[in-house]
C-alpha cells in the first residue's frame, strides 16, 4: 500500500456542501429520494464528478456513476465504491454523502498522484438508499444486484402520492442504462458506524464482516371500542393494551436473549384515539434483527406463535402483513482482511464487526466481493441533526478506503 493520503480540507468542504442542501428555514436537513432538494444535490454531485473529469452514466432508477476507464482497462471489471445522498427527515450531514464522496475523493487522488489503472474504478450514488418517501429501502442498489424489476421499482408510490419513475424524469435523473449495465469486481461501502461501539472501545476502524437480517412486519390488531368508564377490565377487548403486551414482549425477550438479536416497534397509532373510549384497532410496526439466519427465523416464529396466544387470551383478532425481509450478509472475507491491513498501515486501531443498519453494501453483495468500513459515530448518533463523526475519524476512513481501492485495482 502506498504512502499517498486523501484531500482533507477538498473532502470536509465537499461535506459541509452537500450538508448545506436541502435545509428549510429552520435549518433541518431533509433530501428525500427524487425531491426538489435531492436533486439540487444531485446536481452539485455531478457537476463535482464532471470537475474530476470523470464519466457520468445515470441509470433507469437514477443510481449515479461517476466512471474512470482509460482505454487501456476500459473492458475490464471496475472497482466500485460509494452509498447514498437521499437522506431522511431532519438528518445528520454524513450518513450516505461521506461513502459518496470519499470515493470521489479517492478517485481524485488516484488520479492526481498518476497512479496506473489495472481496471477502471467507479463512484456511485444509489437512489432512495433511506426509503423514506418510497418502500423499500435500499432501492436503487437492490435493482441494481437484480433483486428488484427496475419496472416495480419505477412505478412505486410515495407516502406523498408521487410516483418514483414520474419524479426522476421531473427532476432530470431518469436514466437510459440499465441497472446493473457495470459488473464489478468489488464494492466497497465508506460509512459512519451509526452506533456507540467504535467510540466505546477507543477503536479508530470497524472491519465490516457481515450485517443483519432484517424483518419488518405491520400488525393490525382489532378489538372493540367501548365507553372507558363503565366497561369491566375483564370484559374489555382492549387493542392497545394487547399492543402493549406485544411490545412488552419483544423486549422481555430480546433482553433475555445472549444472542444480539434486537426488536423494535417503532410506530403505534390507536383508533379511535379518544381519551375517554377503549381503543379498537392498534397498528403498529415491528422491526427484528440478527445477523444469522436461523436466530432471525426463530425469532420470526416466537413472535407468530406470541400473537396467536394474546389473541386467543384477549379475544381480538392480530392480521399481519410482512413489509420486508432481508437475509443476513457475510461480507467478502479477503476485503475484510484488506481494511485490517490498511488500518494497521496508517496505526488505526481496527476490530471487525456487524453492522446493525442496513445498506446498500448488503444489496451488492449478492453478486459481487463487498465489504464495509466504519468510523465512530460520536455518541452513537445518526439519523438526527446531532450525528457527527470527528476530522480526524472522517479523514482515518478515507484513507483506509483510498489503501483498500489500491490494492483491489492492482
Same mark, same amino acid.
Given at each position: 500500500?502506498?504512502?499517498?493520503?486523501?484531500?482533507?480540507?477538498?473532502?470536509?468542504?465537499?461535506?459541509?456542501?452537500?450538508?448545506?442542501? @436541502?435545509?428549510?428555514?429552520?435549518?433541518?436537513?431533509?433530501?428525500?429520494?427524487?425531491?426538489?432538494?435531492?436533486?439540487?444535490?444531485?446536481?452539485?454531485?455531478?457537476?463535482?464528478?464532471?470537475?474530476?473529469?470523470?464519466?457520468?452514466?445515470?441509470?433507469?432508477?437514477?443510481?449515479?456513476?461517476?466512471?474512470?476507464?482509460?482505454?487501456?482497462?476500459?473492458?475490464?471489471?471496475?472497482?466500485?465504491?460509494?452509498?447514498?445522498?437521499?437522506?431522511?427527515?431532519?438528518?445528520? *450531514?454524513?450518513?450516505?454523502?461521506?461513502?459518496?464522496?470519499?470515493?470521489?475523493?479517492? *478517485?481524485?487522488?488516484?488520479?492526481?498522484?498518476?497512479?496506473?489503472?489495472?481496471?477502471?474504478?467507479?463512484?456511485?450514488?444509489?437512489?432512495?438508499?433511506?426509503?423514506?418517501?418510497?418502500?423499500?429501502?435500499?432501492? @436503487?442498489?437492490?435493482?441494481?444486484?437484480? @433483486?428488484?424489476?427496475?419496472?416495480?421499482?419505477?412505478?412505486?408510490?410515495?407516502?406523498?402520492?408521487?410516483?418514483?419513475?414520474?419524479?426522476?424524469?421531473?427532476?432530470?435523473?431518469? @436514466?437510459?442504462?440499465?441497472?446493473?449495465?457495470?459488473?464489478?469486481?468489488?464494492?466497497?461501502?465508506?460509512?459512519?458506524?451509526?452506533?456507540?461501539?467504535?467510540?466505546?472501545?477507543?477503536?479508530?476502524?470497524?472491519?465490516?464482516?457481515?450485517?443483519?437480517?432484517?424483518?419488518?412486519?405491520?400488525?393490525?390488531?382489532?378489538?372493540?371500542?367501548?365507553?372507558?368508564?363503565? =366497561?369491566?377490565?375483564?370484559?374489555?377487548?382492549?387493542?392497545?393494551?394487547?399492543?402493549?403486551?406485544?411490545?412488552?414482549?419483544?423486549?422481555?425477550?430480546?433482553?433475555?436473549?445472549?444472542?444480539? =438479536?434486537?426488536? =423494535?416497534?417503532?410506530?403505534?397509532?390507536?383508533?379511535?384515539?379518544?381519551?375517554?373510549?377503549?381503543?379498537?384497532?392498534?397498528?403498529?410496526?415491528?422491526?427484528?434483527?440478527?445477523?444469522?439466519?436461523?436466530?432471525?427465523?426463530?425469532?420470526?416464529?416466537?413472535?407468530?406463535?406470541?400473537?396467536?396466544?394474546?389473541?386467543?387470551?384477549?379475544?381480538?383478532?392480530?392480521?399481519?402483513?410482512?413489509?420486508?425481509?432481508?437475509?443476513?450478509?457475510?461480507?467478502?472475507?479477503? *476485503?475484510?482482511?484488506?481494511?485490517?491491513?490498511?488500518?494497521?498501515?496508517?496505526?488505526?486501531?481496527?476490530?471487525?464487526?456487524?453492522?446493525?443498519?442496513?445498506?446498500?453494501?448488503?444489496?451488492?453483495?449478492?453478486?459481487?466481493?463487498?465489504?464495509?468500513?466504519?468510523?465512530?459515530?460520536?455518541?452513537? *448518533?445518526?439519523?438526527?441533526?446531532?450525528?457527527?463523526?470527528?476530522?480526524?475519524?472522517?479523514?482515518?476512513?478515507?484513507?483506509?478506503?483510498?489503501?483498500?481501492?489500491?490494492?483491489?485495482?492492482?
Amino acid at each position: 500500500m502506498s504512502n499517498i493520503s486523501i484531500d482533507q480540507q477538498r473532502l470536509m468542504r465537499r461535506l459541509r456542501e452537500l450538508g448545506s442542501i @436541502g435545509r428549510d428555514t429552520d435549518g433541518k436537513l431533509t433530501r428525500l429520494a427524487a425531491s426538489d432538494a435531492e436533486k439540487l444535490g444531485r446536481d452539485q454531485f455531478v457537476s463535482w464528478l464532471h470537475g474530476a473529469g470523470l464519466e457520468v452514466v445515470v441509470d433507469r432508477v437514477g443510481n449515479i456513476f461517476g466512471i474512470w476507464a482509460p482505454d487501456a482497462v476500459t473492458q475490464r471489471e471496475p472497482v466500485m465504491i460509494g452509498s447514498h445522498i437521499d437522506t431522511v427527515i431532519n438528518a445528520g *450531514i454524513y450518513d450516505g454523502c461521506y461513502g459518496v464522496l470519499a470515493g470521489l475523493e479517492v *478517485i481524485e487522488t488516484l488520479r492526481e498522484n498518476a497512479f496506473t489503472l489495472a481496471r477502471p474504478v467507479v463512484v456511485a450514488a444509489f437512489t432512495n438508499e433511506e426509503g423514506v418517501r418510497y418502500a423499500p429501502d435500499m432501492m @436503487g442498489s437492490l435493482v441494481y444486484a437484480g @433483486g428488484l424489476d427496475a419496472k416495480t421499482a419505477l412505478s412505486t408510490i410515495g407516502t406523498d402520492g408521487t410516483v418514483l419513475g414520474e419524479e426522476l424524469n421531473r427532476i432530470g435523473y431518469a @436514466g437510459q442504462e440499465p441497472p446493473g449495465f457495470l459488473s464489478p469486481s468489488a464494492y466497497v461501502e465508506l460509512h459512519i458506524e451509526q452506533g456507540p461501539v467504535l467510540e466505546r472501545e477507543h477503536l479508530r476502524i470497524g472491519a465490516v464482516e457481515n450485517l443483519q437480517g432484517i424483518s419488518w412486519q405491520r400488525i393490525l390488531v382489532e378489538g372493540d371500542s367501548n365507553h372507558a368508564g363503565t =366497561t369491566p377490565i375483564e370484559m374489555r377487548k382492549d387493542a392497545c393494551y394487547v399492543a402493549a403486551r406485544i411490545v412488552t414482549y419483544l423486549r422481555d425477550r430480546a433482553r433475555a436473549s445472549d444472542t444480539p =438479536t434486537v426488536a =423494535t416497534v417503532g410506530c403505534l397509532t390507536l383508533e379511535p384515539n379518544a381519551i375517554n373510549v377503549i381503543p379498537s384497532r392498534a397498528t403498529m410496526t415491528i422491526d427484528l434483527r440478527d445477523p444469522y439466519e436461523t436466530r432471525l427465523h426463530e425469532e420470526e416464529v416466537a413472535l407468530e406463535d406470541f400473537l396467536q396466544l394474546v389473541a386467543a387470551e384477549e379475544q381480538v383478532t392480530i392480521s399481519v402483513e410482512r413489509l420486508a425481509r432481508t437475509a443476513p450478509v457475510t461480507f467478502d472475507q479477503n *476485503i475484510v482482511g484488506l481494511i485490517e491491513r490498511a488500518a494497521e498501515m496508517r496505526g488505526l486501531p481496527c476490530r471487525r464487526m456487524t453492522s446493525g443498519a442496513g445498506h446498500d453494501a448488503q444489496m451488492m453483495a449478492r453478486n459481487t466481493p463487498t465489504a464495509m468500513i466504519f468510523v465512530p459515530s460520536v455518541g452513537g *448518533i445518526s439519523h438526527n441533526p446531532k450525528e457527527h463523526t470527528t476530522n480526524d475519524d472522517i479523514i482515518a476512513g478515507a484513507n483506509v478506503l483510498l489503501d483498500v481501492v489500491q490494492k483491489l485495482l492492482g
